[in-house]
């Protein structure tokens, strides 16, 4: 039974992954109804304010879902929300048994869910592939249960840890196919965050460019349904302006700055205002702040003084670093500014959890030993 369980439960788990750019704040999630091994509906949960994942396979299968088995890769709703309860709608379509990949986080359901089905006579099978099932939502887990969401930084560097030239100039680092995919990092993610000296250095709108995603995500992801992330400027200084190209590109745009500035801002723009530590923002409180705001996953790309101080203060969970072989040699811009140390044990330490070639370039990804 486990293998069976286990064949449906991955096919689940590769539609849930078909909202990936489109359900935040919800998470991914997939379901598929079987009866007599024949996959009679499936689904999967696409943008928020939309159909769940459950009744859309219920659509499917109609009444014969009577007697089914349903594979769901998290735990079904309990309460109407912006849509009707999940657990409901499958009781009602009298299913005999549910495997679930995991339970939801979200104290308003985690377990009640399973309980109420249990109740009504439903079998339950509960953790079948559910390191896979939380893989696809890390940053719905994370800010679910800790307040913050997961927090990418990303970069780009040549061979021997540079960033860029030492009169600023770093375009372009990465090849043409790297970018490409920064595009897709980005498109994944709820909110991009950067500094205002970095998108004024490049003339950044920090926008996802559809026509640069490849064809594969174009196919499952038609330009109608291009949602922007929230682009978070830290802005200190006060350097951004209205007439700034990141400002004039429409798009909700969060300013952190120390106090408000009485500019002529669009109505997608807002100032929050975030306490400073030692002439830095305090971080840890802006993360809780989007946190609230339902940001699921936040990607980072800024230069050296910003990706130093996430490091050095162990506030990433993960590290993306494109690794261009070019030499920029000793007078150029370091990856990342850290305090001197004098202990190899110190040192911030990481592990590889994925090195992938793209084009020219190797795209590394790393995790921080905390």
């Given at each position: 039974m486990y293998l069976i369980d286990k064949f449906y439960m991955l096919h689940a788990i590769?539609?849930?992954?078909?909202?990936?750019?489109?359900?935040?704040?919800?998470?991914?999630?997939?379901c598929v109804i079987v009866k007599n091994r024949k996959i009679i509906g499936q689904g999967c949960h696409f943008k928020t304010g939309e159909s769940?994942?459950?009744?859309?396979?219920?659509?499917?299968?109609?009444?014969?879902?009577?007697?089914?088995?349903?594979?769901?890769?998290?735990?079904?709703?309990?309460?109407?929300?912006?849509?009707?309860?999940c657990c409901n709608a499958l009781i009602n379509a009298k299913i005999k048994r549910i495997v679930i990949a995991t339970k939801d986080p979200n104290p308003k359901i985690n377990g009640k869910s399973l309980e109420l089905l249990k109740l009504k006579g439903i079998k339950i099978t509960n953790n079948i592939?559910?390191?896979?099932?939380?893989?696809?939502?890390?940053?719905?887990?994370?800010?679910?249960?800790?307040?913050?969401?997961?927090?990418?930084?990303?970069?780009?560097?040549s061979l021997d840890g540079k960033i860029a030239l030492l009169n600023g100039n770093s375009k372009w680092i990465s090849s043409k196919i790297a970018r490409k995919d920064v595009q897709k990092l980005r498109a994944q993610n709820s909110a991009i965050l950067s500094t205002s000296k970095t998108v004024l250095q490049d003339n950044?709108?920090?926008?996802?460019?559809?026509?640069?995603?490849?064809?594969?995500?174009?196919?499952?992801?038609?330009?109608?349904?291009?949602?922007?992330?929230?682009?978070?400027?830290?802005?200190?200084?006060?350097?951004i302006k209205p007439s700034d190209n990141i400002i004039i590109n429409p798009g909700?745009?969060?300013?952190?700055?120390?106090?408000?500035?009485?500019?002529?801002?669009?109505?997608?723009?807002?100032?929050?205002?975030?306490?400073?530590?030692?002439?830095?923002?305090?971080?840890k409180y802006l993360f809780k702040i989007l946190g609230k705001k339902g940001i699921n996953n936040l990607l980072i790309e800024a230069g050296s003084i910003l990706s130093g101080f996430l490091i050095t203060y162990n506030l990433i969970d993960e590290l993306i670093i494109y690794l261009t072989p070019k030499l920029f040699g000793n007078i150029a811009l370091n990856l990342c500014n850290i305090k001197k140390f004098v202990n190899i044990i110190d040192v911030p330490n990481f592990y590889f959890t994925k090195i992938k070639k793209i084009g020219p370039d190797l795209k590394l990804i790393l995790k921080p030993i905390k």
């Open positions: 590769k539609l849930a992954k078909l909202g990936i750019f489109t359900t935040t704040p919800n998470p991914n999630v997939g769940h994942a459950e009744i859309n396979a219920l659509k499917i299968a109609g009444e014969n879902a009577k007697g089914s088995t349903v594979y769901l890769t998290l735990e079904p709703c309990n309460y109407f929300n912006l849509t009707p309860s592939l559910f390191k896979e099932a939380k893989s696809i939502n890390k940053g719905f887990f994370k800010r679910i249960n800790t307040g913050i969401p997961w927090i990418q930084l990303k970069l780009a560097s950044s709108t920090l926008l996802v460019n559809w026509n640069k995603l490849n064809y594969h995500i174009k196919k499952i992801y038609p330009k109608k349904f291009l949602r922007q992330p929230i682009r978070i400027i830290l802005d200190r200084l006060n350097k909700k745009i969060f300013l952190i700055k120390s106090k408000y500035t009485l500019e002529n801002w669009p109505s997608y723009v807002e100032q929050i205002i975030i306490p400073e530590i030692n002439g830095y923002f305090d971080l």
